[in-house]
């Protein structure tokens, strides 16, 4: 039994080694609280739907997000909007379906079925628009990332003017967090860019965070089924684990060795 | 293979065992006599059993949703994590389930190289295990591309221009690997064929591996020949298995603990990132568990060389069983071998770290060292120690140094200076 405490420790001590380099990010973050983080980590359902109104209202007239459907809008675990709202929020944007029985495309109001609509219609429309940088699609952008979450809180956040000695070109931006600090996004948010219809103040911390959220469920739609089960399958597992030791040391005793 | 001859009790037992020895293996499989001082090390044997078995079950299930295609497979995997039941739970427990295999596979490689499990009668078992690890990291790289995300492409291309380095023909060898003039759609559609491929051969492979065991039976902690069945013996049912389940479970904990809570944490941001041939990472790493190879690989300034001093590391495991000239299997008794062998262990470790680092600077440095080492300890200190060591005495049998007290080193030490 010694000796299996020892393998078991070599192995937590080898896993928290691996994720301690893995997880070695050079920049300090800023911090915040999120509810997402945990064994029981659930979303913030109100900072979700706020994070969604930013998004729409901010980040969606450059940045795709081509993996989330209005659908998911409603969806358990995700911003839950009722079935009514999120009905209501896919007709607010004019899809393009078609051909028709003429052969023609046309535009119609969008269902829960349709995908987001996307800001541009293709890469190259994209850079265009944005002095050659693409903006990137943000479905999965949280994850895409070294820092996650704390990343993009923190890059929402991190324009500054420039250091004395670097000069940018036009249309580059200095970001503390940006790698290489330059980035082709200009600042975004301001205090009170948009009216957030539950009251919330909507300063730029406020709405860094509820974004970022946002993102976060956008990027694991499942994390909350994931953390629920993850605790009962560990749970489970425990049980089992202790019963089979018993089991065995049952077993064992049968003859002198120790197990 | 059993000492004793089997007869089924059933008429029809009989009948069916008689033209077909099924219910034989059963019985020899149940019955297998082996060493009872066996510790938790060797336990992962049934681990890695299991983690294949996990693998081909989630593969098979992902397989049935996800697109080899360039332009659809990073969207399919997207749709396995969003819109298939429980997508994204197989998936996770198939990518965490490679880095498992691999930890599981490296603790029961270095527990044989500790207890001397490679030395006569078994180095078939030995060599079969490195030709199943090599065809694991095959598998394991090409299943890496198949997201297709930026790490998939860009190591696909690092790793496959690794055999331009041949002469002469490596130009056109690649070309002919990646069915094209760089990596495409045909490259990602063979790498999945053989990524379905591979884990089948591996299985093939642990059968051959596990036959070639049940012939002399298992190593042991003390590393001596034991008669079977005997006094120091148990049957593998119920013992064993009752204790592999136990470790089993131990280690599906740690599993589930990556699988719900970390999913993403062994793998690289970057892959989130759908494959871009016009923009490159600006660090282009392997998974963990080939950065040893890949710091080995990088310290070497040639191209070839460097191929081939990787190669060499994996390759020279082969040959364990002879280099290392002592009879003595166990490290228990050979006190200067043991002190080399979590050297070695630290050296791959070192490896390890400086091979997720830029190959520059001090990390280069390092890297050089111990690439050196690794292979002085198998090609110089191991033939050497054989001659030179002083082993301690070993016991007679197993139940010797049990019926002393416990079945540890402290006892068999114990009994030896009684001896005195």
Same mark, same amino acid.
């Given at each position: 039994?010694?000796?299996?405490?020892?393998?078991?420790?070599?192995?937590?001590?080898?896993?928290?080694?691996?994720?301690?380099?893995?997880?070695?990010?050079?920049?300090?973050?800023?911090?915040?609280?999120?509810?997402?983080?945990?064994?029981?980590?659930?979303?913030?359902?109100?900072?979700?739907?706020?994070?969604?109104?930013?998004?729409?209202?901010?980040?969606?007239?450059?940045?795709?997000?081509?993996?989330?459907?209005?659908?998911?809008?409603?969806?358990?675990?995700?911003?839950?909007?009722?079935?009514?709202?999120?009905?209501?929020?896919?007709?607010?944007?004019?899809?393009?379906?078609?051909?028709?029985?003429?052969?023609?495309?046309?535009?119609?109001?969008?269902?829960?079925?349709?995908?987001?609509?996307?800001?541009?219609?293709?890469?190259?429309?994209?850079?265009?628009?944005?002095?050659?940088?693409?903006?990137?699609?943000?479905?999965?952008?949280?994850?895409?990332?070294?820092?996650?979450?704390?990343?993009?809180?923190?890059?929402?956040?991190?324009?500054?003017?420039?250091?004395?000695?670097?000069?940018?070109?036009?249309?580059?931006?200095?970001?503390?967090?940006?790698?290489?600090?330059?980035?082709?996004?200009?600042?975004?948010?301001?205090?009170?860019?948009?009216?957030?219809?539950?009251?919330?103040?909507?300063?730029?911390?406020?709405?860094?965070?509820?974004?970022?959220?946002?993102?976060?469920?956008?990027?694991?739609?499942?994390?909350?089924?994931?953390?629920?089960?993850?605790?009962?399958?560990?749970?489970?597992?425990?049980?089992?684990?202790?019963?089979?030791?018993?089991?065995?040391?049952?077993?064992?005793?049968?003859?002198?060795?120790?197990? | 293979?059993?000492?004793?001859?089997?007869?089924?009790?059933?008429?029809?037992?009989?009948?069916?065992?008689?033209?077909?020895?099924?219910?034989?293996?059963?019985?020899?499989?149940?019955?297998?006599?082996?060493?009872?001082?066996?510790?938790?090390?060797?336990?992962?044997?049934?681990?890695?059993?299991?983690?294949?078995?996990?693998?081909?079950?989630?593969?098979?299930?992902?397989?049935?949703?996800?697109?080899?295609?360039?332009?659809?497979?990073?969207?399919?995997?997207?749709?396995?994590?969003?819109?298939?039941?429980?997508?994204?739970?197989?998936?996770?427990?198939?990518?965490?389930?490679?880095?498992?295999?691999?930890?599981?596979?490296?603790?029961?490689?270095?527990?044989?190289?500790?207890?001397?499990?490679?030395?006569?009668?078994?180095?078939?078992?030995?060599?079969?295990?490195?030709?199943?690890?090599?065809?694991?990291?095959?598998?394991?790289?090409?299943?890496?591309?198949?997201?297709?995300?930026?790490?998939?492409?860009?190591?696909?291309?690092?790793?496959?221009?690794?055999?331009?380095?041949?002469?002469?023909?490596?130009?056109?060898?690649?070309?002919?690997?990646?069915?094209?003039?760089?990596?495409?759609?045909?490259?990602?559609?063979?790498?999945?064929?053989?990524?379905?491929?591979?884990?089948?051969?591996?299985?093939?492979?642990?059968?051959?591996?596990?036959?070639?065991?049940?012939?002399?039976?298992?190593?042991?902690?003390?590393?001596?020949?034991?008669?079977?069945?005997?006094?120091?013996?148990?049957?593998?049912?119920?013992?064993?298995?009752?204790?592999?389940?136990?470790?089993?479970?131990?280690?599906?904990?740690?599993?589930?603990?990556?699988?719900?809570?970390?999913?993403?944490?062994?793998?690289?941001?970057?892959?989130?990132?759908?494959?871009?041939?016009?923009?490159?990472?600006?660090?282009?790493?392997?998974?963990?568990?080939?950065?040893? +190879? %890949?710091? $080995? /690989?990088?310290?070497?300034?040639?191209? =070839?060389?460097? @191929?081939? *001093? !990787?190669?060499?590391?994996? &390759?020279?495991?082969?040959?364990?069983?002879?280099?290392?000239?002592?009879?003595?299997?166990?490290?228990?008794?050979?006190?200067?071998?043991?002190? +080399? %062998?979590? $050297? /070695?262990?630290?050296?791959?470790?070192? =490896?390890?770290? @400086?091979? *997720? !680092?830029?190959?520059?600077? &001090?990390?280069?440095?390092?890297?050089?060292?111990?690439?050196?080492?690794?292979?002085?300890?198998?090609?110089?200190?191991?033939?050497?120690?054989?001659?030179?060591?002083?082993?301690?005495?070993?016991?007679?049998?197993?139940?010797?140094?049990?019926?002393?007290?416990?079945?540890? &080193?402290?006892?068999?030490?114990?009994?030896?200076?009684?001896?005195?």
């Amino acid at each position: 039994m010694k000796n299996f405490f020892k393998i078991f420790s070599f192995i937590i001590l080898f896993s928290g080694l691996t994720l301690s380099t893995l997880a070695a990010e050079k920049v300090e973050y800023l911090k915040t609280d999120w509810s997402f983080k945990g064994l029981f980590g659930k979303f913030d359902r109100a900072a979700l739907q706020r994070g969604y109104q930013v998004y729409t209202e901010v980040c969606s007239s450059c940045h795709s997000m081509k993996y989330l459907s209005y659908r998911n809008l409603a969806e358990k675990g995700g911003p839950e909007f009722s079935i009514e709202q999120a009905k209501a929020i896919a007709a607010s944007f004019e899809v393009k379906d078609g051909p028709n029985s003429d052969g023609d495309m046309f535009t119609r109001p969008g269902r829960l079925s349709d995908k987001f609509v996307m800001p541009y219609d293709n890469v190259q429309a994209a850079q265009a628009a944005n002095g050659g940088a693409y903006p990137p699609d943000m479905s999965v952008l949280v994850k895409a990332r070294g820092g996650g979450v704390d990343y993009i809180y923190s890059l929402l956040q991190g324009y500054e003017d420039p250091p004395v000695g670097v000069t940018l070109d036009d249309g580059v931006y200095y970001n503390k967090y940006m790698y290489g600090n330059k980035i082709k996004m200009a600042n975004q948010l301001s205090d009170g860019l948009v009216e957030y219809s539950d009251g919330t103040t909507a300063s730029v911390e406020q709405m860094s965070k509820d974004v970022t959220t946002f993102l976060m469920w956008s990027a694991e739609p499942h994390l909350e089924s994931r953390h629920q089960m993850g605790f009962k399958a560990i749970l489970y597992l425990i049980i089992l684990t202790i019963l089979v030791y018993f089991s065995m040391k049952r077993i064992w005793s049968r003859i002198e060795t120790e197990v | 293979m059993s000492d004793h001859e089997y007869t089924p009790k059933s008429k029809f037992g009989k009948w069916f065992n008689d033209r077909l020895p099924l219910l034989t293996l059963a019985n020899h499989l149940t019955d297998y006599p082996t060493p009872k001082n066996l510790n938790y090390w060797w336990t992962f044997g049934g681990i890695l059993t299991f983690c294949l078995i996990t693998q081909i079950v989630t593969g098979l299930v992902l397989a049935m949703h996800y697109i080899a295609h360039a332009d659809m497979a990073f969207d399919s995997v997207e749709h396995i994590m969003r819109d298939v039941n429980y997508g994204w739970l197989i998936r996770y427990i198939h990518a965490n389930g490679a880095s498992m295999f691999f930890l599981a596979v490296y603790i029961h490689i270095f527990r044989s190289l500790f207890y001397g499990s490679y030395k006569a009668p078994r180095e078939i078992i030995w060599i079969i295990g490195i030709i199943i690890y090599l065809l694991m990291m095959a598998a394991a790289f090409l299943g890496y591309v198949l997201p297709w995300g930026q790490m998939s492409f860009w190591g696909a291309t690092v790793i496959t221009n690794l055999f331009s380095a041949i002469p002469l023909v490596g130009e056109g060898i690649v070309t002919w690997l990646w069915g094209g003039y760089s990596v495409d759609n045909p490259t990602l559609t063979r790498f999945f064929t053989l990524h379905y491929l591979i884990p089948f051969l591996i299985l093939g492979l642990v059968v051959l591996h596990i036959w070639a065991l049940h012939v002399p039976g298992n190593n042991n902690p003390v590393g001596i020949d034991i008669k079977k069945p005997s006094k120091d013996t148990v049957p593998f049912h119920p013992y064993i298995v009752i204790k592999d389940g136990f470790a089993l479970l131990m280690f599906m904990i740690v599993f589930a603990f990556f699988v719900f809570y970390t999913p993403n944490i062994l793998g690289h941001a970057d892959n989130y990132i759908e494959a871009n041939p016009l923009v490159t990472p600006a660090h282009i790493v392997p998974e963990w568990y080939l950065l040893p +190879f %890949y710091a $080995i /690989l990088r310290s070497v300034p040639d191209k =070839l060389l460097g @191929v081939v *001093a !990787m190669l060499s590391a994996i &390759l020279i495991l082969a040959a364990l069983p002879w280099l290392d000239t002592s009879k003595i299997r166990s490290a228990v008794f050979r006190p200067l071998y043991r002190q +080399f %062998y979590w $050297i /070695l262990v630290a050296d791959v470790l070192i =490896l390890g770290y @400086v091979g *997720a !680092m830029p190959a520059e600077g &001090l990390y280069l440095l390092v890297a050089r060292v111990a690439t050196a080492y690794y292979f002085l300890h198998f090609l110089v200190i191991l033939p050497v120690l054989g001659w030179k060591e002083k082993t301690l005495p070993i016991p007679l049998s197993i139940t010797e140094p049990i019926l002393g007290g416990s079945p540890n &080193l402290a006892s068999a030490k114990n009994k030896e200076s009684l001896n005195k």
